[in-house]
Structures are given as C-alpha cells and as structure tokens.
C-alpha cells in the first residue's frame, strides 16, 4: 500500500510537472487541481510512513519540501483562476524553479538515502 501511494505521487507529480512545463495549468485546470489535491494527500500519507527509520537529514530536507510543494501548489491555484499574462508567467517560472526542488528532493529521498 504505501509503495503503491508512493509510486501514485510519483506518476502524478510527473503529471503535474508536465503541466506547468508545458504551460498548460490553465487550459487543463481541472486536472492541475486534482492533481494538486491528490497530491497533498498522498504526500501526508508518504509523510506519515516515510518518517520511519528515516535517514539522515530526512526530517530537515523533507520539511522544506513539504512547503516548497505547498508553494507549487497555492500558484498552481492562483494560475488555474488566471491573471494578467506577464503575471502568469511569472509565477510559472518561480514553481518551475521550486517544483525542480520538490522533485529532487522527493526522488533522492525515495531512490537513493535507503
Ligand atoms: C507539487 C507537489 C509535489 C511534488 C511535485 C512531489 C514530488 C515528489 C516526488 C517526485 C517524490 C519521489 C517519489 C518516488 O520516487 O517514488 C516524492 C516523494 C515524497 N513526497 Fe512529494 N511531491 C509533492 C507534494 C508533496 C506533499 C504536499 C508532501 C507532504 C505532505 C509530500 C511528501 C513526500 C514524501 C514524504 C515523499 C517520500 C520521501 C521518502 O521516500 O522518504 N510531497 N514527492
């Protein structure tokens, strides 16, 4: 079961990542949202399991991606309701740079720190 979660964040973190490349939060935003949604949730689950026996600098590291993938998230939100261009692009450009974060530290921590 929580493999199985694990590797549902994976698949749609990838989604979502996809997403904000290539510049489609609006256009699918019903599908950045849920992703988003299903995103918190499998991560409070991975959370809750992860932090068993975790290694070292897990606790610092992963806090830190917890709140830059609540970062992504809030403008992911915000570019779903949509703005001024410039402002969107922006916006994407700050969770392209916090998304990169929250994957590689998510990746690290699930393929290489055990
Ligand atoms: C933008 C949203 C997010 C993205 C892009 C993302 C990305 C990822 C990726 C790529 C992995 C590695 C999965 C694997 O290799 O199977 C991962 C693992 C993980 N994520 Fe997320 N995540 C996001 C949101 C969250 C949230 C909101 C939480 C916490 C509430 C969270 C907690 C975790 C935990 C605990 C792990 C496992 C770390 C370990 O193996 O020790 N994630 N995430």
Redesign the pocket.
């Known amino acids: 079961m929580g493999d199985l979660l ?2 549902i ?2 698949a749609v ?2 989604l ?2 996809g997403l904000i490349l290539a510049d489609k939060v609006k256009a699918f935003r019903g599908l950045a949202i849920a992703a ?1 949604l299903v ?2 949730l499998t ?2 689950h ?2 809750m399991t ?1 932090m068993v026996d ?1 290694p070292k600098g ?1 606790h610092a590291l ?1 806090g830190i ?2 709140l830059l ?2 970062h ?2 809030a403008i992911v939100f915000l570019m779903a309701r949509g703005a001024a261009p410039e402002k969107q692009a922006r916006w994407r450009r700050s969770i392209l740079v916090t ?1 990169t974060l ?2 590689l530290i ?2 690290y ?3 290489f ?1 055990r």
């Open positions: 694990l590797y964040h994976l973190a990838v979502l990542f988003s995103l918190l991560g409070a991975n959370f992860r975790a897990w992963v991606k917890l993938a609540l992504v998230i998304g929250v994957m998510g990746l921590y699930s393929n720190a």
